[in-house]
């Protein structure tokens, strides 16, 4: 979604300023520069990348204009842990949280769900 409104952020200032000096759009539309200046781009592209990176380009495009794979929930178990662990750390002192980096799944303070109990890319940063 965002980068749709990126898109048309940035489609929109380019027209904005260009008619703010006053000049004509007709102008801005010309199919043969784009050609020209599209094919190179992506000749390049294709020419300066293996076949397995092209297809992580093309996931990566695809990625950009899908949903986010993080959802509300877990960002609200993200800011719930920070809190408990900064809460903690402020009540107990820092060294309070050294037994807790230990063993972090017999910890009190955090949170129950399996992103933070897994070791997975969440569970890293605590």
């Known amino acids: 979604m965002f980068a ?7 489609f929109g200032c380019v027209v904005a300023g260009y008619l703010m000096e006053h000049g004509n759009l007709r102008v801005l539309i010309q199919p043969a520069e784009l050609v020209t200046i599209g094919g190179a781009a992506i000749g390049t592209v294709l020419i300066a990348n293996p076949l397995h990176i ?3 380009i093309a996931g990566g495009i695809g990625g950009v204009f899908g949903g ?6 877990a960002y609200i178990d993200s800011l719930k842990t920070m809190y408990e662990l900064l809460n903690k750390a402020r009540k107990d002192g820092l060294m309070a949280l050294e037994t807790m980096w230990k063993s972090p799944t017999k910890a009190r303070c955090l949170p129950k769900p399996r992103a933070f109990q897994e070791p997975s890319h969440p569970g890293l940063y605590l």
Not at 4 to 10: E, K
């Open 68 to 73: 986010s794979k993080y959802t509300k929930q």
């Open 54 to 56: 092209l297809k992580q």
């Open 4 to 10: 749709i409104i990126g898109i048309v952020v940035v």
